[in-house]
């Protein structure tokens, strides 16, 4: 994983940590009335007491990390993974890309292969779904479903769209699921043609497993009611496949929760706050440099060292000078791109 890489993940790790430290719940004092849920949580109180001292804080934290979950799900694995694959979402559907078209041919096919998997007729099969699917008619043109692609890229031989799910879905989304995947592939097959299609439902670790970058796809699979009805394993990517097969590289999730785990310390606020402080280049060299290097803020040190040169360079460039005068994020976290035309 290329020095650039890591910094743009690095990025991301600052902005999510940010975004939840403003929510944290801190003081109790302020959590919000939730009557129910403490009601029903006294039948608990015994299994409870050794563990939780303060049930309005237990709910807050609760609720808290919910939030959490929703970022990570909506924002950063996927912005993650744009990174890592240099790819991008798109969104085939009339309010944004516009609808692709397959032949009726096409479209009853797909509907056969839902009828005949949700009944059991068939099984999840990749090598003959596609077979059925990617072939040239000449009937009517249709719209196919509106369908999404959470990381979408190309390159010369093939084009590859991802379904990135951070949870487990509900048995009853996975025919949607496959119905939009099948239409999708059709749809791409048409629209890039000659290349080969790729699309894939993904999930970005394994919570059946016990340790961080393991994973056994098949009870994965097994734990989702309905999923092998309408997936096979060559059609899912699952932890550590996921991240390496985009990426295409090895060990892509291990570097990534090593970003992570660098940053993510009990001390973040501080340092964060500490490196936030232009003075402190100035007060403490040395402290500012270890924590940039070990946050992977690669850009930001290329300018420490060398930031007498740069002091010279705007100092007569008062649009420059302000943009050196910045501080390294914004108080969202979101790190100043513009500081990179210092460099």
Known sequence: MTNQTKEKIAHEVIKTLI????????????NRNAPFHEAFL??????????????????????W?????????????????HIVSNGTKKEWTNKKDGNLFITKKQKDTINNIITKLSTDEEKPNLERENNLIFQDDYSQK???????ADIFYEDETSVTAIELKSVKPNSGEMRGEKQKILEGKAALYHKFK???VNFFIAFPFDPTSNKDIEYDKDRFLNSIINMKKSFCSDEVLLSAEFWDYISEEENTMQEILKIINSIATPDFMQNFQFIQDKQNIKNDKKQYREILAKWCLYNE????DNYNEISIKVKNDRKLLRIFNKSPFNNRGKYNLDRLTLI
């Open 19 to 30: 975004s939840r430290f403003e929510s944290f719940p801190d003081d109790t004092t302020t």
């Open 42 to 63: 006294n039948a608990f109180k015994d299994k409870l007491e050794e563990k939780v001292t303060d049930i309005p804080f237990i709910i807050s934290l609760s609720s």
């Open 65 to 81: 990390m919910h939030g959490l979950n929703t970022t990570l799900g909506q924002q950063f694995f996927e912005n993650v993974a």
């Open 142 to 148: 249709v719209k196919a479903i509106n369908f999404s």
């Open 194 to 196: 000659p290349k080969k």
């Open 301 to 304: 040190l290329r300018i420490f």
